[in-house]
C-alpha cells in the first residue's frame, strides 16, 4: 500500500495550489464536523461554525469536488478540538441522521476521520463505527490519537484506550491512524507505537504546520530509512510551506 499524504483543510483559503496534474496528495480531510443546538433548542450539524449546504461553502466544496475527480480521497473530520461527540452520543438518534444526510448529498465524500478529543465511553465509539461501516460499507475509517496514546496503553484524549479498540471487534474497520506527534515527531517516538503493537502501514504521522516543518522533515528522512511507513499527514493546509506536498512525496517515495 502506497504511503499516504494528507492535507487537513479547515481555513478555507482555496485548494488551487495543489489542483494540478501529478499532485501527490492522496486525501483530504475537511475538517470539521460538529453537533449541537441553536438558541431555538434545534438540533444541528456544523461544518466549523455553519450548516454544510450553506452557499459560503460552495467554493470548498466545488474545489473538493475537482480533487476528488483527480483521485484524491476526500474524508469528513468529526469532531477535533471543537467536541462533537458527547452531543452525538447523548442524542444518537437524532445526529445521526444528520450525519448520513450529509454523506448522503456529498458522494464525494469516501470515508470518516472520528478525531474524539472529549471523555467518551469505549462501547459508544464501537456503536459509531458500526454503523458506519454498516451504512457505508466502502468508505474508509480513520482515527486521530495524539502520539502518547499509541505509545502506551494509557487513556488518549477520548479516555479510552486505543489498543482496546484495535483488538475490539471493530478493530478491522479502522483502516489508519493520523497520530498527532506535535509535541516529539521524531525516529523515536514512532518506533515507539511500533514496538507496542501498531503496523507501520495503520500510522500516518502527522505533522503541524509551523516553523519545525524542516526539523520533522529530517525526522522523517529517519523513519524512511528503517522501514515502511503509513504516511504523513500535516495541520493544516493553511500552514503548510511551499510545496509541502511534493517536499513529503520526494522523502516517502
Known amino acids: 500500500m502506497s504511503p499516504k499524504i494528507i492535507y487537513y483543510y479547515q481555513t478555507f483559503v482555496g485548494l488551487n495550489d495543489i489542483l494540478y496534474k501529478g499532485c501527490p496528495v492522496t486525501h483530504i480531510h475537511l475538517s470539521s464536523i460538529h453537533f449541537g443546538k441553536n438558541d431555538n433548542g434545534e438540533p444541528y450539524i456544523h461544518l466549523n461554525n455553519n450548516e454544510p449546504t450553506d452557499k459560503l461553502f460552495d467554493d470548498v466544496w466545488k474545489?473538493?469536488?475537482?480533487?476528488?475527480?483527480?483521485?484524491?480521497?476526500?474524508?469528513?473530520?468529526?469532531?477535533?478540538a471543537g467536541g462533537a461527540y458527547s452531543e452525538l452520543f447523548n442524542n444518537f438518534s437524532v445526529y445521526y441522521p444528520l450525519l448520513c444526510d450529509l454523506l448522503n448529498k456529498k458522494n464525494i465524500i469516501s470515508g470518516v476521520d472520528l478525531d474524539i478529543e472529549e471523555g467518551v465511553e469505549l462501547e459508544n465509539v464501537k456503536m459509531l463505527i458500526n454503523n458506519i461501516k454498516t451504512d457505508y460499507n466502502n468508505y474508509t475509517i480513520s482515527?486521530?490519537?495524539v502520539q502518547y496514546a499509541l505509545q502506551t496503553n494509557e487513556p488518549g484524549m477520548g479516555g479510552f484506550i486505543y489498543k482496546d479498540l484495535l483488538e475490539s471487534s471493530v478493530g478491522k474497520h479502522i483502516d489508519y491512524f493520523n497520530a498527532q506527534f506535535y509535541s516529539s515527531y521524531t525516529?523515536?517516538?514512532?518506533?515507539?507505537?511500533i514496538k507496542n503493537g501498531y503496523s507501520r502501514d495503520m500510522i500516518v504521522m502527522g505533522m503541524c504546520g509551523s516553523d519545525y516543518i524542516e526539523d520533522d522533515c529530517e525526522e522523517l528522512k529517519k523513519i524512511v530509512s528503517s522501514?515502511?511507513?503509513g504516511g504523513v499527514f500535516i495541520w493544516e493546509y493553511n500552514?503548510?510551506?511551499?510545496?509541502?506536498?511534493q517536499t513529503i512525496s520526494n522523502i516517502i517515495n
Open 187 to 193: 525516529c523515536d517516538s514512532y518506533m515507539e507505537c
Open 227 to 229: 522501514g515502511n511507513i
Open 239 to 245: 500552514l503548510r510551506s511551499e510545496k509541502w506536498e
Open 143 to 145: 482515527m486521530a490519537p
Open 63 to 80: 474545489d473538493l469536488e475537482e480533487a476528488s475527480n483527480m483521485g484524491i480521497k476526500i474524508v469528513l473530520m468529526i469532531g477535533g
